[in-house]
């Protein structure tokens, strides 16, 4: 799938869950043991990683509240959509956010694996991955290094997991969307 943009700058991509995800569901995420992941999230932010390690640290930081704060938003209306029309749907271990720093899922029991957004999209996405200054890093077409991957899981299909999307993102960017930001 085409990559989605938001806030002008930010890069989504969706994709089915890669190797390790499907290989590992249980050591990342034991409470989803009734049904296999299906799809998965990628969002990119371009992150300025030059200058002193404090203050790239800062931007990171700053881009992770970001992240957390937008998948927040998005789960919530991403469990609302699946919910509307159905409450016979279990919502429990339906969308799950992956914290970039910690690795470890923000919603669900973590198990005893912890999830690498970097190694993640660079399989997923074709992008290389290298070390540098001690940390992974994803080397992005246009950005370089300059990018923070953040990435949400679900047990939707991707159609229906992209979709919901699209329709968040339409009512995110609208001028008078009502979202809190």
Same mark, same amino acid.
């Given at each position: ?24 569901? @249980? !050591?990342?995420?034991?409470? &989803?043991?009734?049904?296999?992941? +299906? @799809? ?11 200058? !002193? ?10 881009? +992770?509240? !970001?992240? *957390?704060?937008?998948?927040? +938003? ?21 969308? !799950? ?40 890093? *994803?080397?992005?077409?246009? &950005?370089? +290094? ?7 899981? /679900? ?5 229906? /997991?992209?979709?919901? *999307? ?7 960017? /609208? ?7």
């Amino acid at each position: 799938m085409p990559a989605l943009t938001l806030h002008s700058t930010w890069e989504i991509y969706g994709d089915e869950p890669s190797a390790f995800a499907k290989a590992h569901q @249980s !050591e990342l995420l034991p409470s &989803w043991q009734s049904q296999p992941l +299906r @799809s998965q999230l990628i969002i990119l932010q371009p992150v300025n990683l030059d200058g !002193e390690r404090e203050i790239v640290n800062e931007r990171k930081n700053e881009a +992770r509240h !970001e992240f *957390l704060a937008w998948s927040e +938003r998005f789960r919530a209306f991403f469990l609302q959509q699946i919910n509307s029309g159905s409450s016979e749907i279990p919502l429990d271990n339906l969308v !799950e956010v992956f914290d970039p720093a910690s690795g470890y899922p923000v919603y669900s029991a973590a198990g005893n694996l912890t999830w690498a957004d970097v190694p993640n999209a660079a399989e997923s996405l074709g992008f290389s991955r290298f070390d540098w200054e001690g940390c992974r890093a *994803l080397c992005h077409p246009r &950005w370089g +290094r300059h990018v923070y991957p953040g990435t949400l899981v /679900s047990k939707m299909t991707l159609t229906r /997991s992209w979709a919901i *999307l699209q329709s968040f993102i339409s009512i995110e960017e /609208s001028p008078n969307h009502s979202f809190c930001s």
